[in-house]
């Protein structure tokens, strides 16, 4: 026990020491925000952090003071004062020491349990639709200046991982179903604005809003969101080094 206690009480050390080092070389306060010097808005994901933005920050800057969009990349001369007020990225601290030496720095926090859940339930959805569409979509006609999510750190990562996962068990799915001749099933179905629940066959292209008995017979059981066979359990992801 006491062996174990000092093998501890060394890491500790040895990261604290580490840290520190990597602080002093890599880091600096930021300092008060004086209504004239630039906001960077430290976005952390899954965080309600686009509420803010939007509401607030965006709102209390005028167009002509806001950086340009840089979730994906910086866009402005850090070798220079910049003419902009607000930047806004999912960069981490370390984006202050390229800054202007008067920038200010705003951030919020949430659980880290709920934020982790959080960002796999966003991930799979993102995959989960990108697994329908091509390859290289061409930009929006109606923003084509909207950068895709999937371009933008952490879901630069976890998107095409959970798209490669999905595809690779869909098919996997697929070839089970057509082996066991439970293609032409039924499934339960919540609408997401309304709440309404009705049934749809993928096979037929038919949806009903009741079912009689031969065709619940052949209804497919609910799914666990964190746990089915369509995508990484939320367990696997957590055990996950990409996680």
Known sequence: GGVGRADADLDHRACAHHLDSFLTAHSRE????????????????????RTLQNCFLK??????KRCPKAYDHLRIDVNNVPDCQLLSSHDDFSVVSMLHTDVSVLSHFRDPVDRFISAYEFAVEV???????????PPSPVNPDMQKIDNIWPWSYLVP????????RRM?????????GARDAWIEVV????GDKYYFNMAKQESKWSLSAEER?????G????????????????RHPIA
């Open 30 to 49: 930021a300092i008060p925000y004086s209504g004239d010097n630039m906001v960077y808005f430290l976005h952390i994901p899954r965080t309600a952090g």
């Open 59 to 64: 709102r209390g800057t005028p167009p002509a």
């Open 127 to 137: 995959a989960a639709m990108a697994s329908t569409r091509p390859d290289n979509l």
């Open 161 to 168: 991982f959970f798209k490669e996962d999905i595809l690779a």
């Open 172 to 180: 996997r799915l697929m070839k089970e179903l057509d082996m066991q």
């Open 191 to 194: 609408h997401p604005f309304d």
């Open 217 to 221: 017979a052949s209804l497919l059981p």
């Open 223 to 238: 799914l666990d969101p964190y746990n089915n066979p369509l995508v990484l359990s939320l367990e696997a992801f957590a």
